[in-house]
């Protein structure tokens, strides 16, 4: 696997999403207007609900990406600004359903919506974003768009549904485990680039291409994530520090730390998992596992790997100011972690 990512940010400067954000401002400006017209309803509840999640914080990735895809591609329309509030509302109804699924309390450093209105408003208004996206798929008016977007969501779906049955089963085989990111995380990145060539009416191969990217991108993600719920901080991660192990979610340190443990190590694995050591003693000793296993750094190792393959997808595009803007955020996504 590719050890190294091969940098553009700036000697001496780390990599943000800075450039990314700086040439999608004004387009970034249109899509929340559109995000702030169809998240009203004449039901208070619901833009109360959906604007605590959408206001509270979140860097707005997957609408960015799929903006900034539109400047690689020299797309000078406006369906961009439509489509990229779609994404996020499918990603903001996703992370209302999985707070309530997760039992969670915190997201972004901020009590979430469920713990706030409970599991069921969470829930119904997650409906009704999901509703809007579809409403702005069908407004943009092309099958391909509707036809990419509906399809991500419902492998979004499948994913979630995937990662419950695997909830707590620490015998989690690693390829298994990268189906379930790739479908929970990385199908959204993946259709999130894609449709900027759709609407860009560009060739099969530069769709594909940033196909590639996204989902390329959207699995390395997930895989830092991973790594840093044991070696961050509760504000950097914007979630309770060690969160993943006491919901005994099965990620892939665990997987790697668990194939490599000896007798008593997968016992302690199997008892956490299912919720029987979740005290800071036991945080301690399993983030000890995974060091010495060497389970975090391979988790990161891969997700280098696939932050790599995720630039080489953009080889098939010219240098430009948007390309070193798209490479910088796949070199931020793995920087998290340092």
């Known amino acids: 696997m590719s050890a190294t990512i091969h940098r553009l940010a700036p000697a001496g400067r780390a990599p943000s999403l800075e450039p990314m954000m700086a040439l999608v401002a004004g387009d970034l400006n249109q899509v929340n207007s559109v995000i702030l017209a169809r998240m009203q309803?004449?039901?208070?509840?619901?833009?109360?609900?959906?604007?605590?999640?959408?206001?509270?914080?979140?860097?707005?990735m997957r609408p960015m990406l799929t903006l900034a895809c539109a400047r690689l591609l020299d797309y000078a329309g406006t369906r961009q600004h439509k489509l990229a509030a779609c994404v996020e509302f499918i990603h903001t109804a996703t992370l209302l359903h999985d707070d309530v699924v997760d039992g969670s309390d915190l997201r972004r450093g901020r009590r979430t919506a469920n713990m706030i209105w409970g599991n069921p408003a969470s829930v119904?208004?997650?409906?009704?974003?999901?509703?809007?996206?579809?409403?702005?798929?069908?407004?943009?008016?092309?099958?391909?768009?509707?036809?990419?977007?509906?399809n991500a969501s419902a492998v979004i779906a499948e994913g979630e549904v995937n990662q419950l049955t695997a909830q707590r089963q620490v015998e989690t085989g690693e390829d298994r485990y990268l189906e379930i990111i790739g479908a929970k995380t990385a199908a959204l990145f993946a259709a999130a680039c894609r449709i900027a060539a759709v609407v860009g009416e560009r060739s099969e191969?530069?769709?594909?291409?940033?196909?590639?990217y996204g989902r390329n991108l959207g699995i390395a993600f997930q895989l830092v994530d991973d790594a840093i719920d044991y070696s961050s901080d509760e504000e950097t991660m914007g979630k309770g520090v060690g969160d993943d192990f006491r919901d005994g979610k099965?990620?892939?340190?665990v997987i790697l730390a668990h194939a490599r443990g000896s007798d008593e190590d997968r016992k302690f694995w199997r008892d956490?998992?299912?919720?029987?050591?979740?005290s800071d003693a036991d945080l301690a000793h399993a983030t000890a596992l995974l060091n010495s296993t060497g389970a975090i750094a391979d988790t990161l190792q891969r997700a280098r790997h696939y932050g790599q393959r995720a630039i080489d997808a953009l080889g098939l595009f010219p240098a430009s100011q948007a390309k070193a803007a798209l490479v910088e955020a796949v070199e931020f996504a793995i920087a998290r972690a340092y």
């Open 205 to 212: 191969a530069e769709e594909l291409a940033l196909d590639a």
């Open 124 to 150: 119904l208004v997650g409906d009704f974003l999901f509703s809007r996206s579809f409403e702005l798929m069908v407004e943009d008016g092309s099958l391909k768009v509707l036809r990419i977007l509906s």
């Open 41 to 60: 309803s004449d039901i208070p509840l619901i833009p109360e609900l959906a604007g605590h999640l959408i206001a509270g914080g979140g860097k707005r």
């Open 250 to 253: 099965v990620t892939l340190p």
């Open 272 to 278: 956490a998992m299912h919720g029987h050591r979740i």
